[in-house]
């Protein structure tokens, strides 16, 4: 199986208002900055997600009834998460995001959130709002949950190409939508007293103009980006200025994820800079700058190995990775050890 976002060609999408925005030059190290207040392509009226009961007798409009997932495997699931009282996996060759109330119920006793999708990565919500790409599709999806089924409310068409890491920060409740392969991170804020979200800024690193880049992290006033080409990129998340450059080794090129954990960092690998996965594994390291002369140990031999590991993430404080190209182990959870190493390693789905 190939890897979901291996996909090198560049998609054209058409211009998105262009007599809204207006242009911030930047110079030196600092990123593009784009200030702009850009609205849904469309929105819709929740009230048609509603069937009702009956045309003629008077009876009340229902709300939809959720949809179950009928399938009972995973194809290259890319993100598994919890958001408030379910969990979330977004099942990217199946284009389909699934929910459950239950992290242990069998796959076709979960409900599917959104199939509107092309080969989606993530999703993310403040709790109010929940935004997933629609990665082929160069959309973002905004949603909200009725107490019975998830409503799609609005569509951003046209963002970068191939978008496909989302993340909700908290600190300044803002969603940062990631295009793979432009550079640009969307910031996305919602309107005061409303669900309504706009594009509020659009940052650029034109050097990653070109260049697969699978995600970033952010970690305080910096965001780290797992560049395609060999380094990563540490910037300042306010106006994406360059703070640092960690240089890699090659056969660490094609990283899909990093994470900071207590004493350093794990790193997913899909490929080498040849675009080889057999070099796909995932590496601890105490210090970022220790990776250009491979001071790094492969994990990857705590998991069956053989795949190709994906995104990482947290739930109730257990680690958990998505992981593709190994059948029935397409989700692990763990714990990591004092040594910070892997440890009580199970395989969910």
Same mark, same amino acid.
């Given at each position: 199986?190939?890897?979901?976002?291996?996909?090198?060609?560049?998609?054209?999408?058409?211009?998105?208002?262009?007599?809204?925005?207006?242009?911030?030059?930047?110079?030196?190290?600092?990123?593009?900055?784009?200030?702009?207040?850009?609205?849904?392509?469309?929105?819709?009226?929740?009230?048609?997600?509603?069937?009702?009961?009956?045309?003629?007798?008077?009876?009340?409009?229902?709300?939809?009834?959720?949809?179950?997932?009928?399938?009972?495997?995973?194809?290259?699931?890319?993100?598994?998460?919890?958001?408030?009282?379910?969990?979330?996996?977004?099942?990217?060759?199946?284009?389909?995001?699934?929910?459950?109330?239950?992290?242990?119920?069998?796959?076709?006793?979960?409900?599917?959130?959104?199939?509107?999708?092309?080969?989606?990565?993530?999703?993310?919500?403040?709790?109010?709002?929940?935004?997933?790409?629609?990665?082929?599709?160069?959309?973002?999806?905004?949603?909200?949950?009725?107490?019975?089924?998830?409503?799609?409310?609005?569509?951003?068409?046209?963002?970068?190409?191939?978008?496909?890491?989302?993340?909700?920060?908290?600190?300044?409740?803002?969603?940062?939508?990631?295009?793979?392969?432009?550079?640009?991170?969307?910031?996305?804020?919602?309107?005061?007293?409303?669900?309504?979200?706009?594009?509020?800024?659009?940052?650029?690193?034109?050097?990653?103009? +070109? *260049?697969?880049?699978?995600? =970033?992290?952010?970690?305080?006033?910096? #965001?780290?980006?797992? &560049?395609?080409? %060999?380094?990563? /990129?540490?910037?300042?998340?306010?106006?994406?200025?360059?703070?640092?450059?960690?240089?890699?080794?090659?056969?660490?090129?094609?990283?899909?994820?990093?994470?900071?954990?207590?004493?350093?960092?794990?790193?997913?690998?899909?490929?080498?800079?040849?675009?080889?996965?057999?070099?796909?594994?995932?590496?601890?390291?105490?210090?970022?700058?220790?990776?250009?002369?491979?001071?790094?140990?492969?994990?990857?031999?705590?998991?069956?190995?053989?795949?190709?590991?994906?995104?990482? +993430? *947290?739930?109730?404080?257990? =680690?958990?990775?998505?992981?593709?190209? #190994?059948?029935?182990? &397409?989700?692990? %959870?763990?714990? /990591?050890?004092?040594?910070?190493?892997?440890?009580?390693?199970?395989?969910?789905?």
């Amino acid at each position: 199986m190939t890897d979901c976002n291996m996909t090198e060609k560049r998609f054209f999408c058409g211009v998105v208002c262009a007599c809204i925005i207006l242009a911030m030059t930047a110079c030196g190290d600092y990123g593009s900055v784009t200030q702009t207040h850009i609205e849904a392509t469309q929105t819709f009226d929740t009230g048609s997600q509603y069937a009702e009961a009956s045309s003629d007798d008077g009876t009340e409009e229902t709300p939809a009834e959720p949809v179950r997932n009928l399938g009972t495997s995973l194809s290259v699931p890319t993100q598994i998460t919890r958001i408030g009282d379910f969990y979330f996996i977004v099942d990217c060759y199946n284009n389909q995001v699934i929910y459950s109330d239950s992290i242990d119920k069998p796959l076709n006793e979960w409900y599917v959130m959104t199939s509107d999708i092309d080969k989606g990565h993530t999703v993310a919500s403040d709790g109010e709002v929940y935004l997933v790409d629609d990665t082929e599709r160069h959309r973002v999806l905004v949603f909200e949950y009725d107490g019975s089924t998830f409503i799609n409310t609005q569509v951003f068409e046209n963002i970068g190409t191939r978008p496909h890491f989302i993340v909700y920060n908290e600190a300044d409740r803002s969603f940062y939508v990631w295009s793979s392969m432009t550079g640009e991170m969307y910031v996305f804020e919602r309107s005061e007293g409303s669900t309504q979200m706009y594009i509020s800024r659009i940052m650029k690193l034109d050097e990653l103009d +070109g *260049v697969y880049v699978r995600s =970033f992290t952010i970690d305080g006033d910096s #965001v780290y980006l797992v &560049s395609g080409n %060999s380094q990563i /990129i540490e910037a300042r998340l306010s106006d994406f200025k360059i703070l640092h450059r960690y240089p890699v080794p090659d056969e660490l090129a094609g990283m899909i994820q990093i994470m900071p954990v207590d004493g350093g960092f794990f790193i997913t690998i899909s490929t080498d800079v040849h675009g080889n996965q057999d070099f796909a594994t995932i590496i601890y390291a105490e210090k970022l700058e220790d990776l250009e002369n491979s001071g790094y140990t492969d994990v990857y031999s705590y998991f069956v190995g053989g795949g190709t590991p994906y995104y990482m +993430g *947290v739930i109730d404080g257990r =680690f958990y990775l998505t992981e593709h190209r #190994v059948p029935g182990h &397409s989700v692990w %959870s763990f714990d /990591i050890g004092e040594d910070h190493m892997p440890t009580d390693v199970t395989a969910v789905y």
